[in-house]
């Protein structure tokens, strides 16, 4: 099992250029998430999506989209960068089934740069 | 703003001693959860505690949950050059997490 994965690792862009930034998870779970990551700090919350079909904003949503495609994938869209979305982003899946609380698992993140 | 709060925010030990690093956090959890980072990686998980236990051990790490004063503590016991790396606590409520800010330990061979 490949885990969390995505894509790419690395990305610059220009102010106002889109982009997106592609996960997918292999476990079959039904909660996916997109962090950002500021240097010095932890995690804040873009937006999440607790199963196939529904997505709701995190902590810090503006400027974002997100689509949930499938189970498997979970992509999160910048529509015009800036550079306040510099950041490092991971993406992160869980089970969260009937049973009992469970963890995230996170991929390795992917280094965006707006210049 | 960040629910979970680490305290200290760095800390610098030698090898062989222990590390304990606090979170404190504002409202109503289900779980709280340890994860640990390496520079320029992902988050990796190290323990989970449910809201109704108290303490809990695995291999070195020891984590101790008061929900009445809304703390946890991380202990990890004889340390490792290789247990460098910055450590955060996450609570979980409604099946989101939100993060601290974390604690850099660096471990001195």
């Known amino acids: 099992n490949a885990g969390v994965t995505q894509t790419p690792k690395f990305q610059v862009l220009k102010t106002g250029q889109s982009m997106t930034l592609q996960c997918a998870q292999d476990?079959?779970?039904?909660?996916m998430y997109w962090y950002r990551q500021d240097p010095g700090m932890g995690l804040r919350l873009i937006y999440y999506s607790a199963s196939e079909g529904t997505t709701d904003k995190g902590e810090v949503p503006n400027g974002y989209n997100v689509s949930r495609l499938n189970k498997r994938e979970f992509s999160l869209r910048l529509e015009s960068a800036a550079p306040s979305q510099t950041s490092v982003y991971f993406c992160?899946?869980?089970?969260?089934?009937?049973?009992?609380?469970?963890?995230?698992?996170f991929g390795p993140g992917t280094r965006l740069t707006v210049l | 703003s960040q629910q979970g709060e680490e305290d200290p925010q760095a800390l610098s030990i030698q090898e062989g001693e222990n590390a304990t690093m606090n979170c404190s956090y504002k409202?109503?959890?289900?779980?709280l959860q340890w994860y640990r980072q390496n520079s320029g990686r992902g988050l990796v998980h190290l323990i989970l505690i449910r809201s109704n236990e108290r303490e809990k051990h695995s291999g070195r790490l020891r984590v101790t949950l008061d929900t009445s004063k809304k703390s946890s503590s991380l202990l990890i016991t004889a340390s490792r050059a290789a247990d460098t790396a910055s450590y955060f606590c996450a609570t979980d409520y409604a099946g989101k997490s939100t993060f601290g800010d974390g604690t850099t330990l660096t471990v001195k061979p």
């Open positions: 476990m079959n779970h039904n909660s």
């Open positions: 409202t109503s959890i289900n779980n």
């Open positions: 992160a899946s869980r089970a969260l089934a009937a049973g009992g609380p469970d963890t995230q698992y």
